[in-house]
């Protein structure tokens, strides 16, 4: 492995307005949006163009929403920018890391992401559960924050995001007694984030068992580029593998900063982020300093990308 890497964003990254300028450019990218309305049963394009926010922000809505959204930034990179040598997304991201590597198809894709939005959002329904972003602490103390404050309910570390951030959830009570023990152990910062439900811990066992179900009902095939698995922050290839890790990873933590590390110590040098915002290129900074990060949302950041990116090859 080695050269450059395509790295995908997971929920939290939406706005209304994502894709619509690459939609417009790129009659590629429009029929992706076209081809998900179809499965969906709703005008994407229409819903990330003029929201309402409050309907895009379900969680339904938004995964399928940015799956489409950062495949329409993979079609207008075709052919401008240099071809991955590897693939990563951070938690939805990695469907859409996985139709990159022709592991699911494009259509199979925008359906299990609505139907694993439905199964994580229904699998806490009825109890109280939080989920926040301890920043300023070193990952082992906030595991050690979680074990102590798990005597008030399950709290767990959910996301390793970057060295000194990490996202823990569970129950509300004890998930608030670990900011109140991370303050007290001198993070920086240690806040509740507005999110539905505690992704990435072991409360979303059930959304995994019906995600099961359903991945049955997809072809998964081989990837014909290493994608790199947010449960183990290894490069899979193989279709039963990556069935099991898809399941896996409703329930286990994200580990991307172990993910960038890795393929940072494997030889890429140069990470772009395709599809909304530039939290992946921000974590990406700060998890392998010294590493090329760029990221491709619109028409702006899609010329600088070429040129920083040109830039880039002819230095090597």
């Known amino acids: 492995m080695g050269g450059l890497a395509y790295v995908f964003p997971g929920q939290g990254a939406q706005y209304v307005g994502m894709g619509v300028e690459l939609a417009t450019d790129f009659p590629r990218a429009r029929a992706l949006f076209e081809r998900a309305s179809a499965v969906l049963g709703l005008d994407l394009l229409e819903l990330c163009s003029q929201g309402p926010e409050e309907v895009l922000q379900r969680t339904e ?9 950062s495949l329409a930034c993979l079609e207008a990179v075709r052919g401008q920018v240099p071809s991955p040598q590897v693939a990563a997304g951070l938690s939805l991201g990695e469907y859409t890391a996985l139709v990159c590597a022709g592991s699911l198809d494009f259509e199979d894709a925008v359906w299990l992401v609505r139907q694993r939005g439905q199964f994580m959002q229904e699998a806490t ?3 109280d ?13 906030v ?5 102590q404050a798990s005597e008030l309910g399950v709290c767990e570390a959910s996301n390793y995001n970057a060295p000194d951030q990490v996202v823990v959830g569970g129950d509300r009570p004890a998930v608030e007694e670990a900011v109140r023990l991370a303050k007290a152990a001198g993070a920086r910062r240690a806040v509740l984030l507005a999110v539905s439900a505690p992704f990435h811990t072991s409360l979303m066992r059930p959304a995994a068992e019906r995600l099961a179900a359903a991945l049955e009902q997809v072809r998964v095939r081989d990837a014909a580029l290493p994608v790199v698995s947010n449960v183990t922050a290894r490069p899979v ?5 990556i069935r099991r890790l898809l399941v896996e990873q409703v329930y286990t933590p994200v580990r991307w900063m172990q993910s960038v590390q890795g393929m940072a110590a494997d030889g890429v040098d140069t990470f772009v982020e395709l599809g909304p915002g530039t939290v992946l290129t921000g974590l990406v900074r700060r998890c392998a300093p010294g590493v090329t990060a760029v990221h491709v949302e619109d028409r702006a950041s899609l010329q600088k990308a070429v040129v920083s990116l040109g830039a880039v090859r002819r230095e090597a």
């Open 61 to 69: 809505n938004t995964q399928p929403a940015l799956l489409v959204t």
């Open 125 to 127: 329904q009825g109890r």
């Open 129 to 141: 559960t939080a989920m926040a972003a301890v920043l300023g602490l070193a990952w082992e103390q």
């Open 143 to 147: 595991e050690r924050v979680c074990r």
């Open 237 to 241: 290839h193989k279709a039963e593998e």
